[in-house]
């Protein structure tokens, strides 16, 4: 039986003893046998190469489990749509597949019921500010698609505390989210550099940062995203800093579940494509110019050449859809955290390699 069969199977009769759910906001290690009394009978745990796509052709639509609480990453906007950085690429997907990025609907998850939500089949991809971790990949059943967001786990303090080193919170009061890696990677930094304080646990993001504004707490942390996310909607924006150290790796990107490696595929190389658009200059203003390219690597690309978009079971044209309906990896980063954003995020690691980031595409071809 496959992995990914035997975790769900255990989180089914862990939900039907009406057990908690051992899956956290990142801490979710499977703390017990997954061989453990399972249920042979649930369909969604027999996902098989090829089911995905064809659920969701005959359905129309492609279900991202997304955030609401993350603005300029997923959030509901004052049209009551969702909006963000991930929401993005959940409309990749669509444009590749649909020629219509509006074909999705996104299903707020919190930390702790993402992996379910992936594993019973609820969503067919999860796009949530999500870590890349060993034990997610493996033991939850869990594939993770290229990185999106190279980002690292940060603490916020207010300016004004002076406070500007992982040092100097020695004895401080820190909020962070309840069974979650963030909360493991505090400790295991603080660990390592013996630094001794206050960890204040909380259910969700919003109730954190109610704590640190009225000043209940000292510092709160997550990923950097988050803190930037959450900084631009405080009441003084100004008056909170980010200490410059980085507490972990926290690569972000979307991940489906174990068993169906044509779905693996074809989120991967969609994906894929706004980061190859990018490097080869290819936007959604321009792409017109391309059509007709006498570079063999373009018209590859743009389905002229090659049969690219067949062998993953969508359209020769997937890319030129999703760059034009959504754009390249730039357009959707500045289109929601770039300079003309709240947020104003560098780009850093997040830039192409051939611009001092890590973001390189695998070849079209
Ligand atoms: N990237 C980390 C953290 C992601 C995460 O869920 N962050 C929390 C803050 S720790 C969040 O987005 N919370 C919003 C919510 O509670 O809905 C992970 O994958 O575990």
């Not at 002076?162 to 979650?180: D, F, H, K, P």
Request: hydrophobic share 35%.
């Amino acid at each position: 039986m496959r992995n990914s069969k035997r975790i769900f199977k255990f989180l089914l009769w862990l939900t039907l003893l009406g057990g908690i759910f051992l899956v956290g906001c990142a801490d979710d290690t499977i703390s017990a046998d997954p061989e453990t009394d399972v249920d042979e009978t649930d369909p969604a745990s027999d996902t098989e190469e090829g089911d995905t796509l064809a659920t969701i052709l005959d359905r129309g639509y492609v279900i991202v489990g997304g955030n609401n609480q993350l603005p300029g990453f997923g959030y509901l906007n004052s049209d009551g749509e969702y909006e963000g950085f991930d929401i993005d690429f959940g409309k990749t997907l669509a444009a590749a597949i649909f020629d219509d990025p509006e074909a999705i609907e996104v299903r707020p998850l919190s930390a702790q019921e993402r992996f379910t939500a992936l594993q019973t089949g609820e969503v067919d991809v999860l796009i949530r500010n999500t870590t890349w971790t060993l034990d997610r990949d493996v033991a939850l059943g869990t594939n993770f698609t290229p990185t999106t967001f190279y980002d690292g786990q940060g603490i916020m303090v207010r300016s004004d505390s002076g406070i500007t080193s992982l040092e100097e919170l020695e004895g401080a009061r820190i909020g962070v989210e309840t069974g979650t890696t963030t909360e493991s990677n505090l400790a295991d930094q603080f660990r390592k550099y013996g630094i001794t304080y206050e960890q204040v646990l909380f259910d969700d993001s919003d109730a954190v940062v109610e704590a640190y504004e009225s000043g209940n707490i000292d510092a709160w942390t997550t990923d950097k995203s988050g803190l930037v996310s959450r900084q631009a909607t405080l009441a003084n924006p100004d008056q909170h800093i980010i200490l410059e150290e980085n507490l972990s790796k926290e690569p972000l990107g979307p991940t489906v579940r174990h068993g169906d490696d044509q779905w693996f595929d074809i989120v991967k190389w969609v994906t894929l494509a706004t980061i190859e658009a990018e490097e080869l200059g290819i936007t959604s203003e321009n792409i017109e110019d391309f059509l007709g390219s006498e570079d063999p690597v373009v018209r590859r690309f743009m389905g002229e050449e090659g049969e690219l978009g067949q062998m993953l079971g969508i359209d020769d044209e997937f890319a030129i859809r999703v760059i034009t309906h959504v754009g390249n990896y730039q357009e959707i980063y500045d289109r929601n955290l770039g300079p003309d954003t709240i947020f104003n995020l560098d780009r850093g690691l997040n830039d192409l390699y051939t611009d001092g980031g890590i973001l390189y595409s695998p070849p079209f071809r």
